[in-house]
């Protein structure tokens, strides 16, 4: 028993892998039984319902030989008829009679002529075949079909006229006497109208295409009103041979006649069984025809709801895009056509829009349009089916849009759906171009294979967070990315609307350096040196550059950077070069008409290049026929001063071939020290030592490592929390931590991952550490740990949960000691039941806080750009209104900028994240614009780019004169390329009611006070002795001159009436809304001070009265040379990287500082001229 239990049993030859290798016969004889399967389709009858009804290429055979079977049988009937003789008419081999005469008269019909024709044998031998093959078709399909009901199979419509039809004729073989008896063989043409049905239903799934029911119904009432026709035709026929014995043709005509409800009179049937077969005919078209009408209508909706189809002729041989959207809104719609079609190549391509959800009816009325009827195609479907993926061909189709739906309340699941999608797309055309819009950063990498992906929220928070240290840079970037002719605004009387413009007209375009006549002389010189002479000479802003073997683009690569004439250069200007047209003035020209020679570049004979007219894509430049001079004679000397002799110091030449002593040096990463004795010393603060590098934790995939200022130990999570103490330090408010710079606070719902982008612009390693503003988060709601963990290694960075509604929260997040204030558009108000009120609390709440705090830069994010006329509203403000006029005149005209002229957009107050929707839309023309975009913003860094600031001119600066020379002066001395002015004036915000004039005049009673008006005349003679140019900003310092002068001229429009009483009632209205006024600031001063002392702050920072009310701010992009230069105005400057050759100037760092000019000090960190 041991022995048989401890025996080893050999494994069976199934399975040994040696047996099965070399055919082991063992297995071979194995006792195995070989199982069929499907053994009942080998049937006889199986394999014939296979082959007649099953297979798809066999069943559309047979269906279209029973269809021609059908047809013909219909043909051999009007031959029939056609070869009858009335005067032959018997049953066959019998006496023949003739019934051709008709008494009218008789009430006896004979039925002779209706029950016998005149059959000649050939034809009936052919018809008796024709039936014999009919009826053994129809058999066997009924016997393979046959499923247990025979009934049913026999009272089938179909079933009863084949039998009507065939059998007959079959009879006939046996019983020869009734070869000439009459058979309706004409309703054959309703079974062969059931076998097209069956035929083309067949086709479409042989071919592996889905039918268009649209197409079937139509065919369908065709062949019905055909086999009605042909039915009543025939049957009139053969009844009125015992009647008028009319022709075919006749009856014919009398159907049309009567289906028309003409109704002629000229033919009627005269018995009765014929005027019967009327009767009967009309029933069943009144009947059948109005169904086959209602089921076409209602495909007819159902298809202008879902669209059709785009067919494959049409792909082939005209271009289009595709663009897949979650849900279609006008908005949305107007701004990709306006933005897609305003580019001239694009004219002929066809717009295919591919949504899930039914039509809007906006968006029906505007597709109805002729300008998109014909360019714009709506189907309804989803890009997650290949069907209607083919249906749109999109393996044809030059691009694919997907764009997310910004409105959903989940933006995480809107991401999902367009991340499906993508990948829909994707895996059924793998060629085709996709433009991707995703909504949160950390999906970014799910759609990384696509061509072209905008982040909406890494753009939206790195745009805001630029809008504080550089001001208006969403309105900068929205401009540059918006298709314009810079037309807009150039009918108005206002000086800074035609300006701006104009200027807003300016694009980023690219040319290659051998191809250019803008930069091909510059080739082998520096790219400073291109840059200001393309300027100076062409008026064109030269602002980055790409090399053949690199695909980077590098954004004022600075001076060491030799052009070639392989290199791609990016530029500013009205528009591209290939669309402009040079125009050159001879020097002789300008001396014979009289130019006395004294110019701002070079010298006597040179004139700057001013006069940039765009007309229709073309733009004319007026060009100086002289080539550029070499830089070291182009130095400029300023006028003499009063009278003396004494110079001003003269601008630099900006070399050809860079030297490094004639530059200033990279103190980026050396000044440290120097930052930090200047801090140690205020207060004996505690001064934490500053490091640079990259953040260790990014709160997402796919970030880009930006080196940044970090703290030297990551802070604990409770020192992040402002408004409370912890064991490390107590202090409980802004104010307690004795912040040297202003605050910056962000006013979000949830701390998302977005929010990062904002932080790491602001401390970017390129900004100095004297320069960092603190940054505050007001967050609705308590972020999680991986956020806290991202940016605990940023230094002033802190967190509070708090909302702009409430004050006490304000109040204690230290709103008083900030700057700025950016209030970010919450996800859960994006949805809204009526369109458009998804910015209300964000409005109200806005405008709250700009009634408590005038003196706060508010910076807001809206849903829908049109709410930005509600930002700090004036009722009863007649410019205002004047400005909506505006913008209805230039939308009117066509303009893609129509809202650019409302005072908040212009100063860079409010953004909308739809704005940049474009960035998208260029990109397929432009394929550059998101990178430089992207470069601008700080999102990206590429070695050797540079990135975006801005400089202010102050009193000291304006001897600069204009913008050309500030070009030549930051070229020379710091390599930094300016792209475009921010200027900022005083306006007087006139009202219709004269109370409210009266009220922002603030007259008071000692308004003829001589010796006042004399001091502000001699005061303002001075300011512009000095400067001629600095209007709006004395305006701004001395607004007593304008308010007077407003007075006096109401006092000379009103001489002839009594002075003393217009003057009393005058007096005691301006006292009273002054009271009004005063008051009302009073309450809200009291209001907040209360507010600050119940929260133990002090109040020592609150200045309710110091308010920007009375300005308008707005962007000059790439203005001419000659403009003139401002008081306060802020340049916007990209700055040449760094760390570009940092060991090259290390050495040089301590004798170029020393060679810096002193009568024009300049640094580096905060750049004056």
């Given at each position: 028993?041991?022995?048989?239990?401890?025996?080893?049993l050999?494994?069976?030859?199934?399975?040994?892998?040696?047996?099965?290798?070399?055919?082991?016969?063992?297995?071979?004889?194995?006792?195995?039984?070989q199982?069929?399967?499907?053994?009942?389709?080998?049937t006889?009858?199986?394999?014939?319902?296979?082959?007649f009804?099953k297979?798809?290429?066999?069943?559309?055979?047979?269906?279209?030989?029973?269809?021609?079977?059908?047809?013909?049988t219909?043909?051999?009937y009007?031959?029939?008829v056609?070869l009858?003789?009335?005067?032959?008419?018997?049953?066959?081999?019998?006496?023949?009679h003739?019934y051709t005469?008709?008494?009218?008269?008789?009430?006896?019909?004979?039925?002779?002529?209706?029950?016998w024709?005149?059959?000649?044998k050939?034809?009936?031998?052919?018809?008796?075949?024709?039936?014999?093959?009919?009826?053994?078709?129809?058999?066997?399909?009924?016997?393979?079909?046959?499923?247990?009901?025979i009934?049913?199979?026999?009272?089938?419509?179909?079933?009863i006229?084949?039998?009507?039809?065939?059998v007959?004729?079959?009879?006939?073989?046996?019983?020869?006497?009734?070869?000439?008896?009459?058979?309706?063989?004409?309703l054959n043409?309703w079974?062969?109208k059931?076998?097209?049905?069956?035929?083309?239903?067949d086709?479409?799934?042989?071919?592996?295409?889905?039918?268009?029911a649209?197409?079937?119904?139509?065919?369908?009432?065709?062949?019905?009103?055909?086999?009605?026709?042909?039915?009543?035709?025939?049957?009139?026929?053969h009844?009125?041979?015992?009647?008028?014995?009319?022709?075919?043709?006749?009856?014919?005509?009398?159907?049309?006649?009567t289906?028309?409800?003409?109704?002629?009179?000229d033919?009627?049937?005269?018995i009765?069984?014929?005027?019967?077969?009327?009767?009967?005919?009309?029933c069943?078209?009144?009947?059948v025809?109005?169904?086959?009408?209602?089921?076409l209508?209602?495909?007819?909706m159902?298809?202008?709801?879902?669209g059709?189809?785009?067919?494959r002729?049409?792909?082939?041989?005209?271009?289009?895009?595709?663009l897949?959207?979650?849900?279609?809104?006008?908005?949305?719609?107007?701004?990709?056509?306006?933005?897609?079609?305003?580019?001239?190549?694009?004219?002929?391509?066809y717009v295919?829009i591919?949504?899930?959800?039914?039509?809007?009816?906006?968006?029906?009325?505007?597709?109805?349009?002729?300008?998109?009827s014909?360019?714009v195609?709506?189907?309804?479907?989803?890009?997650?089916?290949d069907?209607?993926?083919m249906?749109?061909?999109?393996d044809?189709?030059?691009?694919c849009?997907?764009?997310?739906?910004?409105?959903?309340?989940?933006?995480?699941?809107?991401?999902?759906?367009?991340i499906l999608?993508?990948?829909?797309?994707?895996?059924?055309?793998?060629?085709?171009?996709?433009?991707?819009?995703?909504l949160?950063?950390?999906?970014?990498?799910?759609?990384k294979?696509?061509?072209?992906?905008?982040?909406e929220?890494?753009?939206?928070?790195?745009?805001?967070?630029l809008?504080?240290?550089?001001?208006?840079?969403?309105?900068?970037?929205?401009?540059?990315?918006?298709?314009?002719?810079?037309?807009?605004?150039?009918?108005?009387p206002?000086?800074w609307?035609?300006?701006?413009?104009?200027?807003s007209?300016?694009?980023?375009?690219?040319i290659?350096?051998?191809?250019?006549?803008?930069?091909?002389?510059y080739?082998?010189?520096?790219?400073?040196?291109?840059?200001?002479?393309?300027?100076?000479?062409?008026?064109?802003?030269?602002?980055?550059?790409?090399?053949?073997?690199n695909?980077?683009?590098?954004?004022n690569?600075?001076?060491?950077?030799?052009?070639?004439?392989?290199?791609?250069?990016?530029?500013?200007n009205i528009?591209?070069?290939?669309n402009?047209?040079?125009?050159?003035?001879?020097?002789?020209k300008?001396?014979?008409?009289?130019?006395?020679?004294?110019?701002?570049?070079?010298?006597?004979?040179?004139l700057?290049?001013?006069?940039?007219?765009?007309?229709?894509?073309?733009v004319?430049?007026?060009?100086?026929?002289?080539?550029?001079?070499?830089?070291?004679?182009?130095k400029?000397?300023?006028?003499?001063?009063?009278g003396?002799?004494k110079?001003r110091?003269?601008?630099?030449?900006?070399?050809?071939?860079?030297?490094?002593?004639?530059?200033?040096?990279?103190?980026?990463?050396?000044?440290?020290?120097?930052?930090?004795?200047?801090?140690?010393?205020?207060?004996?603060?505690?001064?934490?030592?500053?490091?640079?590098?990259?953040?260790?934790?990014?709160p997402?995939?796919g970030?880009?490592?930006?080196?940044c200022?970090?703290?030297p130990?990551?802070?604990?999570?409770?020192?992040?929390?402002?408004?409370?103490?912890?064991?490390?330090?107590?202090?409980?408010?802004?104010?307690?931590y004795?912040f040297?710079?202003?605050?910056?606070?962000?006013s979000?719902?949830?701390a998302?991952?977005?929010?990062?982008?904002?932080?790491?612009?602001?401390?970017?390693?390129?900004?100095?550490?004297?320069?960092?503003?603190?940054?505050?988060?007001?967050?609705?709601n308590?972020p999680?740990?991986?956020?806290?963990e991202?940016?605990?290694?940023?230094?002033?960075?802190?967190?509070m949960?708090?909302?702009?509604?409430?004050?006490d929260?304000?109040?204690?997040?230290?709103?008083?000691?900030?700057?700025?204030l950016?209030?970010?558009?919450?996800?859960?108000?994006?949805?809204?039941?009526?369109?458009?009120?998804?910015?209300a609390?964000t409005?109200?709440?806005?405008q709250?806080?700009?009634?408590?705090?005038?003196?706060?830069?508010i910076?807001?994010?809206?849903?829908?750009?049109s709410n930005?006329?509600f930002?700090q509203?004036?009722?009863?403000?007649?410019?205002s209104l004047?400005l909506?006029?505006?913008?209805?005149?230039?939308?009117?005209?066509?303009?893609?900028?129509?809202?650019?002229?409302?005072?908040?957009?212009?100063?860079?107050?409010?953004f909308?994240?739809?704005?940049?929707?474009?960035?998208?839309?260029?990109?397929f023309?432009?394929?550059?614009?998101?990178?430089?975009?992207?470069?601008?913003l700080?999102?990206?860094?590429?070695?050797?780019?540079?990135?975006?600031?801005a400089?202010?001119?102050?009193?000291?600066d304006?001897?600069i004169?204009s913008?050309?020379?500030?070009?030549?002066?930051?070229?020379?001395s710091?390599?930094?390329?300016?792209?475009?002015?921010?200027?900022?004036?005083?306006?007087?915000?006139?009202?219709?009611?004269p109370?409210?004039?009266?009220?922002?005049?603030?007259?008071?009673?000692n308004?003829?006070?001589?010796?006042d008006?004399?001091?502000?005349?001699?005061?303002w003679?001075t300011k512009t002795?000095?400067?001629?140019?600095?209007?709006?900003s004395?305006?701004?310092?001395?607004?007593?001159?304008?308010?007077?002068?407003?007075?006096?001229?109401?006092?000379?429009?009103?001489?002839?009436?009594?002075?003393?009483?217009?003057?009393t009632?005058?007096?005691i209205?301006?006292?009273?809304?002054?009271l009004?006024?005063?008051?009302?600031?009073?309450?809200?001063?009291?209001?907040v001070k209360?507010r600050?002392?119940h929260?133990?702050?002090?109040?020592t920072g609150?200045?309710?009265m110091?308010d920007?009310?009375?300005?308008?701010s707005?962007v000059?992009?790439?203005p001419?040379?000659?403009?003139?230069?401002?008081l306060?105005?802020?340049?916007?400057?990209?700055?040449p990287?760094?760390?570009?050759h940092?060991e090259?100037?290390?050495?040089?760092?301590?004798?170029?500082?020393?060679?810096?000019?002193?009568?024009s000090?300049?640094?580096?960190?905060?750049?004056?001229?």
């Amino acid at each position: 028993m041991n022995e048989l239990d401890t025996e080893v049993l050999p494994l069976p030859p199934r399975y040994r892998f040696r047996d099965l290798l070399l055919g082991d016969q063992s297995f071979q004889n194995d006792d195995r039984v070989q199982v069929e399967f499907y053994v009942n389709e080998n049937t006889f009858k199986e394999r014939l319902k296979l082959f007649f009804i099953k297979n798809q290429r066999s069943s559309l055979r047979i269906r279209l030989f029973n269809f021609s079977l059908k047809l013909l049988t219909c043909l051999l009937y009007i031959v029939r008829v056609l070869l009858d003789d009335p005067q032959r008419i018997g049953c066959w081999e019998c006496e023949k009679h003739n019934y051709t005469n008709f008494n009218q008269s008789s009430t006896e019909i004979n039925w002779a002529p209706i029950l016998w024709v005149d059959r000649n044998k050939p034809l009936w031998a052919i018809q008796v075949s024709v039936a014999i093959i009919s009826f053994l078709e129809t058999m066997l399909l009924i016997y393979l079909s046959y499923k247990g009901n025979i009934w049913e199979q026999i009272f089938r419509v179909s079933f009863i006229l084949e039998m009507i039809n065939t059998v007959p004729f079959i009879i006939t073989i046996f019983w020869p006497p009734l070869r000439n008896l009459f058979i309706p063989v004409f309703l054959n043409c309703w079974l062969a109208k059931y076998a097209l049905e069956n035929m083309i239903n067949d086709l479409h799934r042989a071919i592996q295409r889905t039918q268009s029911a649209m197409f079937n119904q139509v065919l369908i009432l065709i062949c019905t009103l055909l086999c009605l026709v042909f039915t009543g035709t025939c049957g009139i026929q053969h009844l009125e041979r015992a009647g008028e014995n009319l022709s075919l043709f006749k009856s014919f005509y009398f159907c049309i006649v009567t289906f028309s409800t003409v109704g002629y009179g000229d033919v009627t049937p005269k018995i009765w069984p014929s005027q019967l077969l009327v009767v009967i005919m009309i029933c069943v078209a009144l009947v059948v025809l109005p169904l086959q009408f209602e089921e076409l209508v209602y495909l007819w909706m159902e298809r202008q709801k879902s669209g059709g189809n785009y067919s494959r002729h049409r792909a082939q041989t005209e271009k289009h895009v595709v663009l897949c959207v979650s849900s279609l809104k006008i908005d949305l719609l107007m701004d990709f056509l306006n933005e897609f079609y305003a580019h001239p190549r694009l004219q002929d391509y066809y717009v295919v829009i591919l949504c899930p959800t039914e039509m809007d009816i906006q968006v029906r009325r505007v597709l109805q349009i002729p300008l998109w009827s014909q360019r714009v195609i709506y189907l309804q479907g989803s890009a997650l089916k290949d069907q209607d993926l083919m249906r749109a061909k999109m393996d044809n189709g030059e691009a694919c849009f997907i764009l997310s739906s910004r409105n959903e309340v989940d933006r995480t699941a809107a991401d999902h759906q367009t991340i499906l999608r993508a990948w829909a797309v994707k895996d059924f055309a793998p060629n085709c171009p996709l433009y991707v819009q995703i909504l949160k950063p950390e999906n970014k990498f799910h759609v990384k294979f696509a061509d072209h992906v905008v982040c909406e929220e890494e753009c939206k928070y790195a745009m805001l967070a630029l809008n504080c240290v550089c001001p208006a840079t969403s309105t900068l970037i929205t401009l540059l990315v918006h298709t314009s002719r810079g037309q807009e605004g150039q009918e108005s009387p206002e000086q800074w609307q035609r300006m701006y413009g104009r200027c807003s007209g300016n694009e980023v375009y690219h040319i290659r350096m051998g191809d250019s006549k803008f930069f091909m002389e510059y080739d082998g010189k520096s790219f400073t040196y291109a840059s200001f002479h393309a300027h100076k000479k062409y008026g064109v802003c030269l602002m980055g550059v790409r090399r053949e073997e690199n695909k980077s683009i590098l954004l004022n690569p600075g001076p060491r950077h030799i052009m070639t004439a392989s290199d791609t250069c990016f530029y500013i200007n009205i528009t591209k070069e290939e669309n402009s047209a040079f125009i050159f003035k001879q020097e002789e020209k300008q001396k014979k008409k009289g130019f006395s020679g004294r110019s701002i570049y070079d010298g006597p004979s040179r004139l700057p290049v001013h006069s940039i007219i765009a007309s229709m894509g073309t733009v004319a430049m007026d060009l100086q026929n002289t080539e550029c001079r070499p830089a070291n004679n182009s130095k400029l000397t300023l006028p003499a001063e009063n009278g003396s002799g004494k110079r001003r110091p003269s601008i630099a030449p900006v070399l050809e071939v860079a030297d490094s002593s004639s530059l200033l040096p990279c103190d980026m990463l050396s000044d440290q020290s120097e930052d930090e004795m200047t801090q140690s010393d205020d207060e004996g603060l505690t001064v934490i030592e500053y490091v640079k590098g990259y953040p260790p934790n990014s709160p997402y995939i796919g970030s880009s490592p930006t080196l940044c200022h970090l703290l030297p130990v990551k802070a604990p999570f409770c020192c992040l929390r402002l408004d409370k103490g912890c064991k490390h330090n107590s202090y409980e408010d802004a104010k307690a931590y004795g912040f040297k710079n202003k605050l910056i606070i962000v006013s979000a719902e949830t701390a998302g991952n977005g929010l990062y982008n904002f932080i790491v612009p602001l401390r970017a390693y390129y900004r100095s550490r004297k320069e960092l503003n603190p940054i505050v988060l007001l967050l609705d709601n308590k972020p999680d740990h991986h956020f806290l963990e991202a940016i605990c290694c940023f230094p002033m960075v802190y967190y509070m949960e708090g909302t702009i509604d409430n004050l006490d929260s304000l109040l204690q997040c230290g709103i008083i000691y900030a700057d700025n204030l950016v209030v970010v558009d919450k996800e859960s108000t994006m949805s809204a039941e009526e369109d458009y009120m998804a910015d209300a609390k964000t409005i109200v709440n806005v405008q709250t806080m700009f009634r408590l705090f005038p003196s706060l830069s508010i910076i807001t994010e809206l849903t829908h750009p049109s709410n930005m006329r509600f930002m700090q509203f004036r009722a009863k403000d007649s410019y205002s209104l004047a400005l909506s006029r505006l913008e209805k005149r230039e939308r009117e005209n066509g303009s893609n900028l129509a809202f650019m002229f409302r005072l908040p957009f212009a100063a860079g107050r409010v953004f909308s994240i739809s704005m940049l929707d474009t960035l998208l839309y260029q990109s397929f023309v432009k394929d550059y614009m998101i990178t430089i975009t992207r470069l601008l913003l700080g999102l990206d860094t590429t070695p050797g780019s540079g990135y975006l600031c801005a400089m202010k001119i102050t009193e000291d600066d304006l001897w600069i004169r204009s913008y050309g020379r500030l070009f030549q002066k930051l070229c020379s001395s710091s390599a930094e390329i300016p792209i475009g002015i921010y200027r900022t004036e005083s306006h007087m915000f006139s009202t219709t009611d004269p109370h409210d004039i009266r009220t922002q005049s603030q007259i008071s009673i000692n308004v003829e006070d001589c010796e006042d008006t004399k001091e502000v005349k001699d005061h303002w003679n001075t300011k512009t002795s000095h400067h001629r140019n600095s209007c709006p900003s004395d305006q701004t310092e001395h607004p007593l001159l304008r308010r007077k002068s407003m007075q006096w001229a109401r006092r000379l429009s009103r001489k002839g009436a009594n002075k003393q009483a217009a003057k009393t009632a005058e007096w005691i209205n301006q006292q009273r809304l002054s009271l009004y006024r005063r008051s009302e600031r009073q309450e809200l001063s009291e209001l907040v001070k209360n507010r600050m002392k119940h929260l133990g702050l002090p109040t020592t920072g609150y200045d309710e009265m110091n308010d920007h009310q009375n300005t308008l701010s707005y962007v000059l992009i790439n203005p001419p040379p000659d403009t003139r230069l401002e008081l306060n105005d802020i340049v916007y400057l990209i700055r040449p990287d760094p760390l570009a050759h940092v060991e090259n100037e290390t050495h040089n760092r301590k004798s170029s500082c020393s060679k810096l000019d002193p009568c024009s000090p300049e640094t580096r960190d905060e750049t004056q001229l």
